[in-house]
């Protein structure tokens, strides 16, 4: 499974949403990721249930979250 690591995006103040959208249509059909957050991405597990994946959020410690999406078939 392909992983995508946005802590240091965040950590700086920036905002990763066009780098993870930009890594999810470079997957390939039936792939699914796992992403590193410092927080649970509510907005983010919305927007990719429109794309058709499925997040489970799950927290490590304080600042970090592991979020695996698996594509729904």
């Known amino acids: 499974m392909k992983e995508l ?10 905002e ?5 959208m930009e890594f999810v249509a470079n997957l ?3 792939e ?5 957050a410092t927080f649970k ?3 983010l597990l919305a927007v990719l249930a429109n794309k058709g994946y ?3 959020a799950q927290k490590v410690d304080d600042k970090k979250w592991m979020v ?5 078939s």
């Open 41 to 43: 991405p509510e907005p």
């Open 16 to 20: 990763p949403f066009e780098q993870i």
């Open 28 to 30: 390939e059909p039936g």
């Open 54 to 56: 499925q997040g489970t």
């Open 68 to 72: 695996e999406f698996i594509p729904m």
């Open 5 to 14: 690591d946005v802590r240091p995006i965040l950590e700086s103040g920036g």
């Open 32 to 36: 699914g990721f796992r992403l590193w």
